[in-house]
């Protein structure tokens, strides 16, 4: 099992910038791949990066990439996601995922997901 607890949302202003973390623990942390993903309301829950266990692969979709920096802290078993150049439009709950078989994009490939933290960007 691995538990994941995220925080860091928050009220933020277009163009303002959030870093929301991702703490894990129960099993061996550099062995699972981490995502963050998004959901909208009334929307399906969107990929947002991904990050290879070791830290030497990260993926974006293409939605962020350039605004949006995923990282961890394998030491401190922590993923982070630094948001920049915030929009309106990435108002959502932000959720963080664990992947034992490595990054990915698809939601069903994570076995363990955090309970999400709201982010809200007004304008």
């Known amino acids: 099992q691995v538990q994941l607890v995220e925080s860091g949302g928050g009220l933020v202003q277009a163009g303002g910038s959030l870093r929301l973390s991702c703490a894990a623990s129960?099993?061996?942390?550099?062995?699972?791949?981490m995502g963050w993903f998004r959901q909208a309301p009334g929307k399906e829950r969107e990929f947002l990066a991904a990050?290879?266990?070791?830290?030497?692969?990260?993926y974006y979709a293409e939605s962020v990439k350039g605004r949006f920096t995923i990282s961890r802290d394998n030491a401190k078993r922590t993923v982070y996601l630094q948001m920049n150049s915030l929009k309106p439009e990435d108002t959502a709950v932000y959720y963080c995922?664990?992947?034992?078989?490595?990054?990915?994009?698809?939601?069903?490939?994570?076995?363990?997901w955090g309970q999400g933290t709201q982010v809200t960007v007004s304008s």
């Open positions: 995922a664990a992947d034992p078989m490595g990054p990915s994009w698809q939601t069903g490939t994570y076995d363990y």
């Open positions: 990050i290879s266990g070791s830290g030497s692969g990260t």
């Open positions: 129960g099993r061996t942390f550099i062995n699972y791949a």
